[in-house]
């Protein structure tokens, strides 16, 4: 899938992968702002535009999906959502924006890697209203019912 970018910031950093097999592509902040006590917006300086492939059916929607590095734990930093979507359609700078939930571990600097980013896709759902479901092994069980 082809997806152009626009660089938003002379520092920008294309998104890129350090193994080859890696699932997603590292992003970089080019700017951080405090916009609440102990809230963060990171910019990378990137705006992003999904170059719709043929091959696909033409309701499917696309998205870029921002979600944490695995060593956001080093921070004390929680992504304000956990996972963002950037929509299909969006052409502003992709941003993230997180809680400092630790205050004595440092946070990310420009320049660092501060998240990673996937392409996701969906086709519409057509939901039905029923009185009942089919019943399954697991029904209801949910939080841990599987085990540990």
């Known amino acids: 899938m082809k997806v152009r970018i626009k660089k938003l910031n002379e520092n920008a950093v294309v998104p890129s992968k350090k193994h080859e097999r890696d699932f997603c592509y590292d992003v970089v ?3 951080r702002e405090e916009i609440a006590p102990g809230v963060y917006k990171y910019g990378i300086g990137l705006a ?3 170059i719709r492939d ?3 059916r033409p309701y ?3 998205s ?7 060593s956001v734990w080093k921070t004390g930093l929680v992504l304000a ?9 969006y052409r ?15 946070i990310y600097e420009v320049g660092d890697r501060i998240g990673q980013i996937k392409l996701g896709a969906t ?26």
């Open 81 to 89: 959502n956990c996972e963002g979507t950037v929509d299909e359609n």
């Open 123 to 148: 086709e519409p759902m057509d939901f039905e209203v029923v009185d009942e479901l089919s019943d399954t092994d697991r029904g209801d069980g949910g939080f841990g019912s599987t085990g540990k």
């Open 60 to 62: 499917v929607t696309f």
């Open 64 to 70: 870029i999906d921002l979600r944490p590095r695995s």
């Open 48 to 50: 992003f535009e999904i």
């Open 29 to 31: 902040a080019t700017s």
């Open 54 to 56: 043929e091959r696909f």
């Open 92 to 106: 502003g700078e992709l941003c993230a924006i997180f809680y400092h939930v630790l205050p004595e571990l440092p």
